[in-house]
T-cell receptor
Framework: KNQVEQSPQSLIILEGKNCTLQ??????????LRWYKQDTGRGPVSLTIMTFSENTKSNGRYTATLDADTKQSSLHITASQLSDSASYIC????????????FGTGTQLKVEL | DTAVSQTPKYLVTQMGNDKSIKCEQNLGHDTMYWYKQDSKKFLKIMFSYNNKELIINETVPNRFSPKSPDKAHLNLHINSLELGDSAVYFC?????????????FGSGTRLTVV
């Protein structure tokens, strides 16, 4: 069964600090992996998307890494801001039609002063 | 603004009622989806339409019926609402169905069945 597990489930950090969120998946075969940010009361917004041949992808202060051999990904947030407080969701896609994605349950990040 | 827009944003209704949620996208995408997000924040696909044709129909009670009048619209009708239907429903769209395309999500419709 395809699964995507994220850790930690929740995280509190001080503004300005860095943090790293983890994603392990069992989806196989694998097409791409995405990280989404979901603010409270809003829909998920795409941060990065990586295919199996990509090791890293950056979007501003967000940097995602991918190790397709170990089926692990991480999202590193640099110099956190209060606006980074959100749920971060790892989503893995298998190839083929239908565009079925497997979602992780997310990491709830809170950035405090 | 280019976006995926859903209406209503909030919906409170009694058990047994029938309700609809509407979704429209002006991104020119050819594929649209309905997702359900439960209380644990887990997103699960319900339906997917590509150019008005149903391509994904997960194990969803047949009380849920999607309708796509054109590729820019995907509505969700729910009959005989139950307490367990309470959740946030997200509409999304993408260009293509092959899994390699980015999704754009709407802001969600919070359905509360009382």
């Amino acid at each position: 069964k395809n699964q995507v597990e994220q850790s930690p489930q929740s995280l509190i950090i001080l503004e300005g600090k860095n943090c790293t969120l983890q994603c392990n998946y069992t989806v196989s075969p694998f097409s791409n992996l995405r990280w989404y940010k979901q603010d409270t009361g809003r829909g998920p917004v795409s941060l990065t998307i990586m295919t199996f041949s990509e090791n890293t992808k950056s979007n501003g202060r967000y940097t995602a890494t991918l190790d397709a051999d170990t089926k692990q990904s991480s999202l590193h947030i640099t110099a956190s801001q209060l606006s980074d407080s959100a749920s971060y969701i790892c989503v893995v896609s298998a190839p083929g039609g239908g565009n079925k994605l497997t979602f992780g349950t997310g990491t709830q990040l809170k950035v405090e002063l | 603004d280019t976006a995926v827009s859903q209406t209503p944003k909030y919906l409170v209704t009694q058990m047994g009622n029938d309700k609809s949620i509407k979704c429209e996208q002006n991104l020119g995408h050819d594929t649209m989806y309905w997702y359900k997000q439960d209380s644990k924040k887990f997103l699960k696909i319900m339906f997917s339409y590509n150019n008005k044709e149903l391509i994904i129909n997960e194990t969803v009670p047949n009380r849920f019926s999607p309708k796509s009048p054109d590729k820019a619209h995907l509505n969700l009708h729910i009959n005989s609402l139950e307490l367990g239907d309470s959740a946030v429903y997200f509409c999304a769209s993408s260009q293509g169905t092959g899994g390699g395309y980015g999704y754009t999500f709407g802001s969600g419709t919070r359905l509360t069945v009382v």
